[in-house]
């Protein structure tokens, strides 16, 4: 119940393209939803986060979309740029604790 | 900005050694994390801390130990090393409880283990 499911584990994108990466959890305990970018040789650095009383949130070309009902949110990477090749971890997080429940991440390269 | 300072990048060590990983934070964050990465696995919590001296065990403790004596830095003790502890360790702070704030990692300390 502690999960969070990525899919998928790598992607391919053409530059200009859209990149989708999904990620789902079973607790409804959770509410708050990150999403953490890591380039080669680099810690992870928060991206974009949402929290369940929203069904999407958008910064830039990123957008978060959630389905509180199916228990599931995906990142959504609008006009993928090869600068964006990274690894993303979709994670968890509940008010009530001080643990972060993350995703296996998604090697993701955008071909330019 | 928030910098979290991770002492040592790349360590080779032998089998039996004991390891010892530091994290310093200037931000004066109330909680501290050790994660493992490795490919395929994602990002495991290993040991947080939520204040000086106090510490409490994640999902993957098991062969690890910490110390935090002073708030700014937490510390990743392996008492005896083995081969499956290469891996990418990862320091964190934050301010807040998870469901409330973001988390600051360092770069990372990756470990091999001969």
């Known amino acids: 119940q502690q999960q969070v499911k990525q899919s998928p584990q790598s992607l391919i994108v053409q530059k200009g393209g859209i990149s989708i990466i999904n990620c789902a959890y079973e607790?409804?305990?959770?509410?708050?939803f990150p999403w953490y970018q890591q380039f080669p040789g680099k810690g992870p650095a928060l991206l974009i986060a949402i929290r369940p009383d929203v069904s999407e949130k958008k910064e830039g070309r990123f957008t978060i979309s959630f389905n509180k009902s199916a228990k599931q949110f995906s990142l959504h990477i609008m006009d993928s740029q090869p600068g964006d090749s990274a690894t993303y971890f979709c994670?968890?997080?509940?008010?009530?604790?001080?643990?972060?429940?993350f995703g296996t991440g998604t090697r993701l390269k955008v071909l330019a | 900005d928030v910098k979290v300072t991770q002492s040592s990048r790349y360590l080779v060590k032998r089998t039996g050694e004991k390891v010892f990983l530091e994290c310093v934070q200037d931000?004066?964050?109330?909680?501290m994390f050790w994660y493992r990465q490795d490919p395929g696995l994602g990002l495991r919590l290993i040991y947080f801390?939520?204040?000086?001296?106090?510490?409490e065990k994640g999902d993957i403790p098991e062969g690890y130990s910490v110390s935090r004596e002073k708030k700014e830095r937490f510390s990743l003790i392996l008492e005896s090393a083995s081969t499956n502890q290469t891996s990418m360790y990862l320091c964190a702070s934050s301010l807040n409880l998870a469901g409330t704030g973001e988390l600051f990692f360092g770069e990372g300390s990756r470990l091999t283990v001969l």
């Open positions: 931000m004066d964050h109330e909680n």
């Open positions: 994670a968890a997080g509940s008010s009530g604790t001080y643990k972060y429940i």
């Open positions: 801390s939520y204040d000086v001296k106090m510490k």
């Open positions: 607790n409804t305990a959770f509410d708050y």
